[in-house]
């Protein structure tokens, strides 16, 4: 076996590993939940035996491992039980959200990583240029500002204001493209803020320290026009590190969704657990954790591979040197 | 006797210098120095003397800011190569197709994510206008001429798969590709071990004489190119302090500094229990050298005068071309 | 001796200021924003919680400088008291994610076995939960109100805390005089112990302010949310929730609580940077 396919099997093997744990976290959130969630639900006037019924209906009333098991077993058949307020099926919830979700998240981290690539490489080749100088600023203040507060006032600017697109909603890219666009504009702006600022910040750092490099200076003496030391022999080196970012950044976009939904009122994940979190709606709340964890863990798995597969050092280094 | 006529790199009061926050640094103090085709030269002293900084501004490869180049005169084949801007497109048609470098470090000289076939192809390609194939096939033939066995094979490997002195083998193909007519050595040797070290000093030697491809070796090794070069410029604080044939300054060196380098390193043809002697002292601080001799607060012989007077100007000491910037007026070896 | 000492803290303050106006600015903001939240009631004589709807929606004016919200209640001062609730969540619940993040990190370090295994797996599986969506779980469990939600926000700063502890550990015990102590029979708890502080504390303080801005950048979150903060008390993200509902007639409710949360969160940010540069520049992009 090459080295990239060891790499890449430990790489799965950790990924199923966490994902078992969330798995078994996100079980844990009933059992850790103060008070009794059925009563939570039921009401405290309710009587003992639809109490009872419930528990049942929940699995509630067997063994700790039985229950676990009952719901991976569950899960594995596609069924995430049902939401004790919304009268539905958690599958069909999910189904119906999560693409919704993605539909924010996606664009914001392609938009985060092209802008924030093209941003970090004009301020590492302008150094200490104007450019340069806002890019320190934009970092500082993208770390800084709540994201949620930046999505209200740019509904009083762009909506209230200056009219130019709708306070809040959603529509579906598939039925309507325009109105997606004119709606998915605020949201995925918010959530692409900071990510786009993290990437154009490391891209400039690595491209700084690269350009710095005995084999730039190689490229540059033996004749290689300034664009392609930069922007082939340079950019190479400085966007492999990059990837292992764009995963972090994933994991943070999955998270800030739920702020974004909930700014404008858009029927995704991330409003769907503020609901069943204040609701205590707890077969919700698991399949929400498990589900978008698996998610953020496959995007970090594909990216940790094509890492391994973009970095010769990674993928060969189980040959031999040649002497 | 040296034939100028031949002259292919003729450096007239060459001067480089860096602007840090601590002020000036003077790296390149007004040298001049030329190569002849076909002729191998090298350029002596410690590090910081300004010695790869000098080699480095030939082809304008000197990162700027913070370095400049203050004046003087680069001729390479009647041309004044600082005439061109430092990325011009002739200047960038002069590097690596008509001067190429051989660095210190083979093991950070390559890109490390990009093939040793790639690297080489892209050079060749933009200077011999050449397809992708042909330039491959090229690069092949570079290997093989420096005895890279398995050239084909060698060209689809990262350089981190290859040893130090595989890799500097590399590098010297990259600069013969091209049938450069002058190549500059950095301390091509110094990353590597001792057993390698003769064997690439070898390769390069075999390759120039056979070519006849000028070469200027930079190092701090004086033992290292006594063998090797037919005129030694030996370097102090930015300036030339000596130069001549190998064989005058190994015999008869006419500066104190030369002296010392001699006595420093061990050389064939002494007894074998000379005693080595170091050099006393540190280099000095380029920003505020003094008017007087660089290197008086380190020398054994200096005297009044050389505390007096601003430092001395190169003076023929001897014959062929043996040049010396001593105020000292010894006979000939009687500093030693 | 002397003369040694304040040369030093004079290297230490021309790095730590070495941006310029820009870290005096965010000194000054960080200055103001504690005092705020010690001085509240001396600063404003109203009652922050006071409902007064004769009020509710009033514009800015002598009495009221920014107004008063829905229920009538005066913004600035709620804003003053929002400053203490930022204050004490994000000091108490990154001193909590410290005490607890050097122990787990200092026992996952000296038992590098299983134990040392155990604790950090459990970082990394935190680590690849949203952290937004953790939190919200953890606050869930912890409980509503002040204690649970800083339980919620310390807990989703361990990581951070227990992975920079055992780097400390660890490079501690493969250092060279350490092994040299080792052979010379010295118990290696003992060692470990005496060299640890010296060595983990000035990391540690660095994380801990550069943790400030990001624990009142959560509590802010939270009390957005709803799941923080609960009503009646004062915190700046649920200012923002509440003053949403009024956008359109009075913008100003939502605006000048974010703007707290903006400038408090950038200048602790600002003075966490500048203090690592100057105590320890080599944690540059580490920390």
């Known amino acids: 076996m090459n080295s990239l396919g060891a790499y890449t099997r430990n790489r799965i093997l950790l990924s199923l590993f966490i994902i078992f744990a969330v798995s078994v976290f996100a079980f844990l959130i009933v059992h850790l939940m103060p008070g009794d969630p059925v009563r939570a639900v039921l009401g405290i006037e309710a009587d003992e035996a639809a109490v009872q019924k419930m528990r049942e209906e929940l699995n509630l009333d067997k063994p700790f491992l039985t229950q676990y098991w009952l719901w991976m077993k569950g899960i594995f058949k596609g069924n995430f039980g049902r939401s004790l307020t919304l009268n539905t099926d958690v599958g069909e919830l999910i189904g119906r959200r999560l693409p919704v979700t993605l539909s924010l998240t996606i664009p914001a981290l392609i938009i985060a990583a092209i802008f924030g690539i093209i941003i970090g490489v004009i301020c590492a080749t302008n150094r200490g240029s104007i450019a340069d100088q806002l890019l320190t600023v934009l970092v500082t203040i993208a770390n800084g500002v709540p994201i949620f507060w930046i999505g209200i006032m740019m509904i009083y600017l762009f909506g209230v204001l200056l009219g130019w697109l709708p306070l809040m909603g959603y529509a579906s890219p598939f039925e309507s493209f325009v109105e997606y666009l004119r709606k998915a504009a605020m949201p995925v702006s918010i959530l692409a803020i900071r990510p786009m600022a993290e990437i154009a910040r490391q891209v400039r750092t690595n491209m700084l320290e690269v350009i710095n490099q005995d084999y730039i200076r190689t490229a540059r003496a033996y004749g290689l026009s300034e664009r392609k030391v930069k922007y082939k022999y340079a950019l190479k080196n400085a966007l492999i590190p990059i990837v292992t970012l764009l995963a972090l950044q994933a994991r943070d976009v999955a998270g800030g969704s739920v702020l974004a939904e909930q700014v404008f009122s858009i029927a995704g994940m991330g409003q769907l657990i503020m609901i069943s979190v204040l609701n205590r709606d707890f077969p919700v709340i698991q399949a929400i954790v498990l589900v978008i964890t698996v998610i953020v863990v496959f995007v970090n798995l594909l990216l940790d591979i094509s890492y391994g597969w973009l970095d010769p050092r990674i993928r060969m280094t189980a040959r031999k040197v040649i002497n | 006797m040296t034939q100028r006529s031949e002259v292919l790199l003729d450096v007239r009061n060459l001067k480089v210098s860096f602007f840090t926050h601590f002020g000036e640094v003077k790296a390149v103090n007004d040298i001049s120095y030329y190569v002849n085709r076909g002729e191998v030269i090298a350029l002596v002293g410690e590090s910081g003397c300004g010695k790869s900084v000098s080699q480095m501004s030939v082809i304008q490869l000197i990162q700027s800011p913070p370095g400049r180049i203050m004046g003087g005169e680069v001729i390479f084949e009647g041309k004044d190569l600082l005439k061109y801007g430092a990325n011009s497109k002739e200047m960038r048609a002069i590097r690596g197709k008509e001067i190429s470098m051989v660095f210190q470090e083979p093991m950070t000289s390559l890109n490390p994510v990009f093939t040793i076939g790639k690297q080489l192809e892209e050079v060749i390609s933009t200077h011999m206008g050449i397809s992708k194939k042909e330039a491959w096939e090229k690069g092949v033939k570079a290997l093989a001429a420096v005895d890279i066995p398995d050239p084909e094979e060698r060209m689809k490997n990262y350089p981190f798969e290859l040893s130090g002195g595989m890799r500097q083998r590399v590098l010297i193909a990259m600069a013969i590709a091209c049938q450069s007519k002058l190549i500059i050595a950095d301390e091509p040797t110094t990353a590597l071990d001792v057993t390698t070290q003769a064997q690439i000093m070898e390769l390069l030697m075999s390759i120039v004489k056979e070519r006849g491809t000028s070469l200027v070796i930079v190092t701090h090794n004086l033992g290292l190119v006594s063998r090797y070069s037919e005129r030694i410029y030996v370097m102090y604080a930015g300036r030339i302090v000596e130069s001549g044939t190998t064989r005058d300054i190994l015999t008869s060196p006419r500066h104190p500094y030369t002296v010392g380098l001699l006595n420093s390193v061990p050389r064939l043809e002494d007894d074998k229990d000379k005693e080595l002697v170091p050099i006393e002292g540190m280099p000095p601080n380029l920003i505020d050298l003094p008017d007087t001799c660089a290197f008086m607060p380190r020398c054994r012989y200096a005297f009044d005068k050389c505390a007096g007077s601003r430092a001395p100007e190169l003076r023929k000491v001897g014959e062929n071309d043996h040049y010396a910037a001593c105020y000292l007026d010894a006979g000939e070896g009687s500093i030693q | ?287």
């Not at chain 3, 060279?176 to 502080?197: F, G």
């Not at chain 3, 957005?224 to 949403?244: E, K, N, R, T």
Request: net charge positive; proline share 5%.
């Open chain 3, 1 to 287: 001796m002397r003369s040694a000492g304040s040369k030093k803290s004079g290297v230490f303050l021309k790095t730590f200021f070495g941006r310029g106006f820009i870290v005096k600015a965010a000194v000054a903001i960080a200055l103001i924003f504690i005092l705020s939240a010690i001085f509240a009631p001396v600063i404003s004589k109203h009652d922050p919680n006071q409902i007064n709807l004769e009020k509710a929606l009033l514009d800015p004016s002598p009495e009221h400088i920014l107004g008063c919200d829905a229920y009538g209640r005066d913004v600035f001062t709620r804003l003053l008291y929002g400053a203490r609730v930022s204050l004490l969540s994000s000091i108490f619940s990154t001193l909590l994610a410290a005490c607890a993040g050097m122990l787990l990190g200092l026992v996952a370090g000296y038992y590098e076995g299983i134990i040392g295994a155990i604790i950090l797996r459990y970082v990394d599986v935190q680590l690849s939960i949203p952290p937004l969506l953790f939190t919200i779980v953890i606050g869930l469990i912890a409980g509503k109100g002040l204690g649970g939600m800083i339980a919620a926000i310390s807990f989703s700063m361990l990581p951070g805390f227990i992975r920079l502890m055992n780097g400390i550990v660890l490079s501690i015990k493969r250092n060279d005089y350490i092994v040299a102590l080792q052979v010379a029979n010295i118990k290696r708890y003992k060692i470990i112990l005496k060299h640890l502080l010296p060595n983990s504390l000035p990391s540690m303080f660095i994380m801990f302010a550069m943790n400030l801005g990001f624990a009142i950048m959560l509590e802010a979150t939270l009390s957005f949310l709803g799941i923080g903060i609960q009503p009646p008390m004062a915190s700046w993200g649920s200012m923002v929730a509440d003053g949403y509902i009024y956008l359109l007639s009075e913008p100003l409710l939502a605006f000048t609580p974010g703007l707290c949360i903006t400038l408090t969160v950038v200048a602790f940010n600002i003075i966490g940077d500048s203090l690592r540069d100057a105590i320890d520049p080599r944690l540059r992009g580490k920390l």
